[in-house]
């Protein structure tokens, strides 16, 4: 009985995962240019970083425990938001091969509804049921692609901001 009703559920067809993938992707596309842009002006090339001044201010003003303030700080506001690409990355493979099962499950039903149709019936069912996978890892690639380039650049930003401020120390004392 209730995997009759789990069936009913599966035999909507996988459509609606491959809606959630694009959906996914827009969300993920979205993010990585918002976190691109974030990121980038916190490194900005030539001119002391956004991150720098801000905790190198911090560091000559009020000192050491300021300097750790800050750059907890700056690291919260750079790591904004990265937790959604990462879950996205980590999970959109699972919602593609969600979408496999379901595609296989209809395939074969098919199969069972219309014995005659033949292998071509599970195959042609099966080749859509797999476009869900592709799409999953289409999405996922580029969300965890762009999650570890940022996870370093925010790792490399904050240690030079931190060199930085530390640098900015010695100001503050001998003021």
């Known amino acids: 009985m209730l995997a009759q009703k789990f069936l009913s559920i599966a035999l909507l067809g996988a459509d609606w ?5 694009l959906a996914l992707s827009i969300i993920s596309i979205s993010l990585i240019i918002e976190r691109f842009l974030v990121i980038a002006a916190a490194r900005r ?13 911090a560091a000559s003003a009020h000192g050491v425990g300021a300097l750790e303030d800050a750059l907890v700080r700056e690291k919260l506001r750079l790591e904004k938001r990265l937790w ?16 496999t099962v379901i595609g296989i499950i209809v395939a074969f039903h098919e199969l069972a509804a219309n014995v005659s149709g033949g292998p071509e019936i599970v195959m042609a069912g ?11 890892l289409f999405v996922a690639i580029p969300a965890v692609v762009a ?6 650049l925010i ?3 904050l240690v030079a901001a931190e060199a ?4 900015a120390l010695p100001l503050r004392k001998a003021a």
Do not use: E
């Not at 995962?17 to 993938?21: D, T």
């Not at 959604?84 to 979408?99: E, Q």
């Not at 099966?126 to 999953?136: F, H, M, P, Q, R």
């Not at 999650?147 to 370093?152: D, E, L």
């Open 17 to 21: 995962v491959l809606w959630l993938l």
């Open 45 to 57: 090339k030539g001119n002391p970083s956004s991150t720098s001044v801000v905790v190198c201010a």
């Open 84 to 99: 959604l690409i990462a879950t996205i990355g980590a999970n959109a493979p699972f919602v593609g091969l969600f979408g």
């Open 126 to 136: 099966i080749s859509d049921a797999l476009v869900a996978t592709a799409v999953g």
């Open 147 to 152: 999650y570890n380039a940022f996870v370093r």
């Open 155 to 157: 790792r490399s930003t």
């Open 164 to 167: 930085d401020g530390k640098a």
